[in-house]
């Protein structure tokens, strides 16, 4: 048995308590110390002034579990006989009729992710808070397993748990450096001493980024001061008014049209307000604990900036007149450009982890995901939103993460558009065709700081634009029937996409085969100029990314991934006899796809790109005019083509090579709208929305990629232990009865009366006439014919289970 390692959390706040607990339960505790500058256990960070609101529906299926989870724990904790967690449910209101529908969104999300949850009429919502003036709200959504939980009381709970397993709590020692020694962290360094450590988690909070930094780590974490007051008593609260034990009897309310949420604290109301001005935070202006009478969080308050919200919070609840401002502050808490925690191990230092970034809400939830990490070496949730180890490095630049954890902060009630980009800084990351681009007029959304045109204006006049059905005016956000045309030129001509951002990573050594083939699914060992569609799985069989890898030498792969995430494991896992290289920034690519593909491409090289001298699944080196390309004959749209690679500083000349070449057969610039349209129509998975490491490959449909034969690979005694032929569930195609009832992803599937799955992608299929959903169903439901409902803003909108794929099933289009 492997001896228990020497930990060192660091941090005696909701997130470290719970972390130290969630540890002990898995026979981690003898050799866990957990430090703390301040005292137990209120610390002096964002635990100790907590609101405590824990409202678990998030469009994040993860971050609803997370939460789900902490309510389920905190619910089971007491200290002293006195509560942790108060079940007095959640309402969230809607005043405006675009609120309205946010809320029967939000109520998909609950069905989807199996949170409890009903939308309310006015009448409905003033029972339940009698505060409420019935006459401005339209509409609640009712969460009733939501609640107040009291961190403070919480964390102690938690950590008496631990304590009496063996755990250390320290408090009172400042964290002054972490000490490593060949890339391996080896202790923790305080104002009272040294404690050896082979792992150290950083559950700091706000202080987070003065931690990593110790470790050499840069932490895309802004401090942020967030407002929130105390009320005098309130004369309404009078005749039911909460005990001292109870604190709280009305459900936690949101108000978020105008960024506000509400709690009872006994005859007293809460506010916290999201409405003022960005106020980021230098860790250098707080105070240490000890140094001022109040909580180092909890900064003075500045009453200007909650004028505003005073005056919306009593137009809401009336009662409030005759009440004022009793006692505020500013306190702080954490944002990220991203709005997700910073969980898992450092890159660059082995045995330093990150729990950072993570609210009340989503504590012990987050706890658990990480001490499964550490002591099994993987959690059983997907946790790739809030690896620390998912952004591009353009990410971590302090002014970008100061401008995005700023807009964060400002849109964290605004209703957003799951395609909506975010304004600033913008351009940031561009490929050599940008410039062509904007003379054609593209329309640019964003992903992981690169431009992506998702359409193109100058398309505007193609045929088949007026012929395109309309859709929902949600649905019509970030869309334009202009992607239709473009979808239907790719199909019946020939189109060029920009596929630059997409993450290349090349792996060279004599090891690499090996490496490769040990840490994929497929077969990987062909002759050079194979192209192989494969699979990262983890230890339990989970997909963990999927991967397109070209062998362009003996030793030298060229691997399509899909982000940091893989370049990490990658690293990480490295023999000595192995390099890799991310040459996503200095390559750019063109797939240039459709039936006439060929007729524009081969004039242009001496080199053979007929289907008998360049097949299907085939890579080779080329010159396209002067430009020296990597062709690979793929195609994530289901037509003839090639992607085609070439360095950034020839891909200008690339772009115009084929265009000019491509006007005699009226080639377009098409995006990435008509581009998601097109591989749903042949069934194409994108990893991260269809399947995640919660998935295996047979589930996912994706078995056809598996050699079991071939040797051993990364979670192949797990598929071992699967039955490929009948997984309890299906990633299954599903055709809406409605051509205009385009829907986003994320939406519930009911069978009957009950949610039984959920939408991962969608798109109207314009090559086959039809709306289209990808959905997660009990294998039981996924006949094809089956009759099934996709809830959309309410309503229940018919569809059936179709085989796939919709589009060329023969495949005879590609392998013309």
Known sequence: MTAQPRVVIVGAGIVGCALADELAMRGWAERVTVLDQGPLFATGGSTSHAPGLVFQTNPSKTMTGFAAY??????????????????VGGLEVATTPARVEELKRKAGYAASWGVPARLLDPDECAALHPLLNPGSVLAGFHTPGDGLANAVRAAEAQARRAIGQGTRFLPHHTVVGIESDNGKVTGVVTDQGTFPADIVVSCAGFWGPKIARMAGLELPLLPMAHQYVRTTPVSALADRKADALTEALLPIL???????????????????????????????????????????????????DFEPSWRDAADLLPALATAKVDEGFNGIFSFTPDGFPLLGEAPEISGFWIAEAVWVTHSAGVAAAMAEWLVDGQSDTDLHECDINRFEDVQLAPPYVHQRSSQN?????DILHPLQPAEKPRPLRVSPFYPRQQELGAVFLEGSGWERPHWF???????GVES??????????????????????????????DMTPLKRLEITGPGALDFLQHSTTNQLNKPVGAVTYTLLLDERGGVRSDLTVARLGENRFQVGANGPLDLDWFTRRLPDNVQIRD???????????????????????????SHRGFGYFKARQAYLGEVPVTALRVSYVGELGWELYTDADVGLRLWDTLWEAGQQHEVVAAGRSAFNSLRLE???????????AEHDPYEAGLGFAVRLDKGDFVGRDALLAKDPEHPARRLTCLLLDDPQAVVMGKEPVYVGDAPVGYVTSAAYGYCVGASIAYAW????????????????????????????????????????
């Open 468 to 497: 395109v059905p309309t859709r929902g005016a949600w649905a019509s956000r970030y869309w334009s029937p202009i992607a239709g045309a473009e979808a239907l030129a790719t199909r019946e001509g020939v189109a060029m996409y």
């Open 682 to 692: 042949k069934g194409y998975r994108s990893w991260g929305a269809d399947m995640t």
């Open 254 to 304: 949101r108000h978020q049209d105008r960024d506000l949420y509400f709690r009872e604290h006994e005859d007293r109301i809460g506010i916290g307000s999201y409405a003022h001005r960005p106020m980021p935070i230098d860790l250098a202006d707080v105070a240490a604990p000890g140094e001022t009478k109040s909580m180092p969080s909890m900064l003075a308050f500045t009453e200007e």
């Open 583 to 609: 040459i996503t920034p200095g390559t750019c690519c063109i797939g240039v796809w459709g039936p006439l593909a060929r007729d524009l491409v081969q004039p242009l090289t001496k080199t053979d790109f």
């Open 70 to 87: 902490t309510v389920a724990k905190h619910s089971g904790l007491e200290l002293d006989g006195r509560w942790c967690f108060n079940a």
């Open 409 to 413: 902060f400002v849109e964290v009630y």
């Open 457 to 463: 204006g100058g398309n505007a006049e193609l045929p």
């Open 777 to 816: 169903l009990p294998a039981t439901a996924t006949e094809p014919g089956t009759r099934v409902e996709v809830e959309y803003f309410g309503e229940r909108l018919p569809a059936r289970v179709a085989a796939e794929p919709l589009f060329d099933a023969a495949m005879a289009r590609i392998r013309r």
